[in-house]
Nanobody, 126 residues
Framework: VQLQASGGGLVQAGGFLRLSCASSRLTFSRYTMGWFRQAPGKEREFVAAIKRGGGTTYPAGSVKGRFTISRDNAKNTVYLQMNSLKPEDTAVYYC????????????????????WGQGTLVTVSS
């Protein structure tokens, strides 16, 4: 497994969680990093991405203003801070890494990412 996601759990609506994604094999500074999620019975969807330098982030419209992606290249770790969680945020969350540059318009295309973590489950109760 190239990426390890952690930090999921059960939280009440309105609460918060911070997910982490780390790797002992990949040098994160070389990759665009993304978070995706898949709810039961639904297709995987884009959540957020962050370019290699870390200065620009791209959250999906459904999480903008609530979720923040960040990275610490020195620690080889990417984070997803999730605030004001809603029941509809319930899903398995996956981190992903892209070795080639991705233009903004296709950051949400999961086929652009080369490496994936095993997923961490987030459950938001109402």
């Amino acid at each position: 497994v190239q990426l390890q996601a952690s930090g999921g759990g059960l939280v009440q609506a309105g609460g918060f969680l911070r997910l982490s994604c780390a790797s002992s094999r990949l040098t994160f500074s070389r990759y665009t990093m993304g978070w995706f999620r898949q709810a039961p019975g639904k297709e995987r969807e884009f959540v957020a991405a962050i370019k290699r330098g870390g200065g620009t982030t791209y959250p999906a419209g459904s999480v903008k203003g609530r979720f923040t992606i960040s990275r610490d290249n020195a620690k080889n770790t990417v984070y997803l801070q999730m605030n004001s969680l809603k029941p509809e945020d319930t899903a398995v969350y996956y981190c992903a890494a892209a070795s080639r540059p991705i233009i903004v318009s296709v950051l949400a295309d999961d086929s652009k990412y080369d490496y994936w973590g095993q997923g961490t489950l987030v459950t938001v109760s109402s």
